[in-house]
């Protein structure tokens, strides 16, 4: 069964920063996909990034960046520039195909300070 | 293009009580996932739809859990009768299978039971 561990529960940044949050899955398979969802207070889930495995180019949008490591099963995201609205609940996802289940971490809160 | 919409946002009830959750998906996806997600916690997958067909169910509490999704589109989640572990977040998403892999996700049901 595919695991997803986020081991950082709290990351704080400050305004204008940037902050990397880690990612590590276990897998067996060679094709799956990978995202980063956000989380506000509000609880709806948005998506901020998405990496299909057989892309060895690392997705980028906007302020967000990924290292997708495929080798060691990491996906890491990378928020530049920190905004206050970039606080939340970053939940790390893994899915084997584009029918299956989303397979979530256990999440990580990103606080920012001014 | 509407989202996923769900309700009731809110709901407290006494233990032994039942509850229902409706969930309409955005229009065309004719894949739906109930997922529980307890406070600081990400979410888990209760059950998956592949249009009207409950293909994952494996993580549904069968004495006291039941859904449905008629006609393929909108679903409903039940439980009778509701226990003080059963407080939570009960999310619904939708997706396209054969698509970007994506999931889209209603601001969710949260339940109290007292």
């Known amino acids: 069964a595919q695991t997803v561990t986020q081991s950082q529960p709290e990351m704080s940044v400050q305004e204008a920063e940037t902050v990397t949050l880690s990612c590590t899955y276990d897998?067996?398979?060679?094709?799956?996909?990978l995202f980063w969802y956000k989380q506000p207070p509000s609880r709806q889930m948005i998506l901020v990034i998405r990496?299909?495995?057989?892309?060895?180019q690392n997705a980028t949008e906007n302020r967000f960046s990924v290292n997708f490591q495929k080798a060691a099963k990491s996906f890491s995201l990378k928020i530049s520039d920190s905004q206050l609205g970039d606080a939340a609940m970053y939940f790390c996802?893994?899915?084997?195909?584009?029918?299956?289940?989303?397979?979530f971490g256990a999440g990580t809160q990103v606080v920012v300070t001014p | 293009e509407a989202g996923v919409v769900q309700s009731p946002r809110y709901k407290i009830i006494e233990k032994k009580q039942p509850v229902a959750f409706w969930c309409n998906p955005i229009?065309?996806?004719?894949?739906l996932y109930w997922y529980l997600q307890n406070l600081g916690q990400g979410p888990e997958l209760l059950i998956r739809?592949?249009?009207?067909?409950?293909?994952?169910d494996s993580q549904l509490p069968k004495d006291r859990f039941s859904a449905e999704r008629l006609k393929g589109v909108d679903s409903t989640l039940k439980i009778q009768p509701a226990e003080l572990g059963d407080s939570a977040v009960y999310l619904c998403?939708?997706?396209?299978?054969?698509?970007?892999?994506?999931?889209?996700f209603g601001e969710g049901s949260r339940l109290t039971v007292l």
């Open positions: 990496q299909e495995a057989y892309k060895q």
């Open positions: 229009s065309g996806h004719n894949t």
């Open positions: 998403a939708s997706g396209q299978g054969a698509s970007t892999g994506e999931l889209f």
């Open positions: 897998t067996s398979e060679s094709d799956y996909y």
């Open positions: 996802a893994y899915r084997s195909d584009s029918w299956g289940k989303l397979q």
């Open positions: 739809y592949e249009n009207e067909e409950a293909v994952d």
